[in-house]
């Protein structure tokens, strides 16, 4: 009578006993005949997305040592250390001077991935990498510094092209249109032509006043001149960090890394 007046108030249907085993069993069955889908991780890399938040890269000669995104963390996971250094100015004036950046270290054990920091960095300084593959057996090597963030920075994938419909980003080019207008009427004028050849021989004699502007010119072309990779360095460290069983994407970052300091020794050379 109770197994009778449950049924009636649930409104269950009477079923035999082992069916639902039996399509249990069915679904088992039918799953076991399928063909395996399984991506063999290992052997097999997963091709992740470009917003993938695998891990923070850091490219270090954008970093101004702001503080920023170590002041925005939620987690303080973000270790920065630096120190002033003063430069004489080239063509004389009060002396200035710089941040150099000595330490730059995530503690990927607190991180929460909440990419604040990627955000907030006014320099382009940190990016999202799709590396995922630094676990450790130790909390302790969690913490990774500069030069492993550095080499993050090779694998990091370009943006996304825009979806349909949506508004490409807005480039300023009124400020840079403003800029030529503004220095163009100075040239027109005659008077002005003839000083300027005047003290370009001045420098040939050793006088003072011309060794300024020489010496400010200089420097500003070797510092912002683009160099190519070095592609026998390239080829050669990469060769031989593979045949040191390094992983191919680490590899290639760190013989890019490689080919682009000797290519810029040799341009200092020349």
Known sequence: MATDEMQVR?????????????????VTLKTMLRPAITQQYPRVKPDLPARSR??????????TVCYKCSRECPDWCIYIDAHKETHDP???GKARSAKVLDRFAIDYALCM???????????DALFWSPEFEYATYDIVELTHEKERLEEWTYTVLPPPELEGGAVPPVVTPPVEAAAPPAAAPPPPAPAAAPPP?????LPAAGSAPATGPTEAQAPA???HREVALDQET??????DLLEKGTERRVAEGQARRAAMIAARKKAEGS
Not at 56 to 61: G, M, N, R, V, Y
Not at 113 to 123: K, L, N, R
Not at 234 to 239: G, I, K, T
């Open 10 to 26: 649930t409104g269950a249907p009477e079923t035999g006993y082992g069916l639902g085993l039996l399509k249990g069993l069915a």
């Open 54 to 63: 695998g891990v923070i890269a850091l490219k270090e000669a954008n970093c």
């Open 90 to 92: 080239a063509s004389g």
């Open 113 to 123: 991935y909440c990419g604040i920091c990627v955000e907030v960095c006014p320099f």
């Open 197 to 201: 050849p005047a003290p370009a021989a």
């Open 221 to 223: 072309p070797a510092e």
């Open 234 to 239: 390239f080829d050669r460290v990469l060769a």
